[in-house]
């Protein structure tokens, strides 16, 4: 019985930060196979089959996430942060992101939420909030967010987290708080998936479309 406990442990006596950022135990009983990598969803313990009414459009998530800035639907994003993934050996000053490609712009220091080939893996995002989020469960502070960017440095990986044409882990995260922190200054969760799917992008440009439609009305 012991040996079984000890096989399930989550946390370590001699390692205090696995204390101090615990994992869930309990993902399975809301959400199958958690740890499974999802390419066409991204699914959490309240949203088992991903956003509702979203369009996958047979993109991975990763591809999703970027899809909304692909405004003529060329395949390319043009206005990005994010370096560039040319198919030939020659990239465009522009460094215009390449929606079949954007597997390649994945960099270290990240939250592992998608993997290599731009699946989403739900427990990862799960992950985020049971480790970080400790003043709300399914929100994040800006400090809570800003000690989620320090938690996932690697030491051996500046690329990953100093560089800009690299999208560091804190620009990226600092957008996301600034177009979706709510009145009390927190992230969610929601939010936060929604990003991940790009579902929060399309939400917040039709949010933007009412509010502009209300003005004209009035």
């Known amino acids: 019985m012991g040996e079984e406990s000890e096989a399930f442990a989550t946390t370590a006596p001699l390692a205090t930060v696995t204390g101090q950022r615990k994992v869930r135990n309990d993902l399975e009983e809301t959400l ?46 043009s206005v990005t942060l994010v370096s560039t993934q040319s198919p030939s050996w020659l990239s465009s000053p522009l460094l215009p992101v390449y929606i079949d490609n954007i597997h390649k712009a994945k960099h270290g220091s990240d939250s592992s939420t998608y993997d290599t080939e731009g699946r989403f893996v739900p427990a990862n995002l799960e992950n985020i909030f049971s480790k970080y989020a400790l003043t709300v469960s399914n929100k994040l502070s800006f400090k809570e967010l800003w000690n989620l960017t320090e938690g996932n440095r690697i030491a051996i990986d500046p690329f990953g987290w ?57």
């Not at 959490?44 to 009414?53: Q, R, S, V």
């Not at 992230?187 to 502009?212: I, T, W």
């Open 32 to 77: 199958s196979k958690p740890y499974l990598a999802r390419a066409l969803a991204a699914p959490d313990t309240e949203h088992p089959n991903g956003t509702e009414g979203h369009d996958s459009k047979g993109m991975s998530v990763m591809q999703q996430h970027v899809a909304f800035f692909d405004q003529n639907g060329d395949g390319i994003d």
């Open 162 to 218: 100093l560089v800009p044409q690299q999208v560091s882990n804190k620009v990226e995260w600092l957008l996301l708080y600034l177009l979706a922190k709510d009145e009390e200054g927190f992230v969610s969760k929601e939010a936060v998936r929604g990003c991940f799917d790009g579902s929060l992008f399309e939400y917040c440009a039709k949010q933007n479309k009412e509010k502009a439609n209300s003005r004209k009305q009035d």
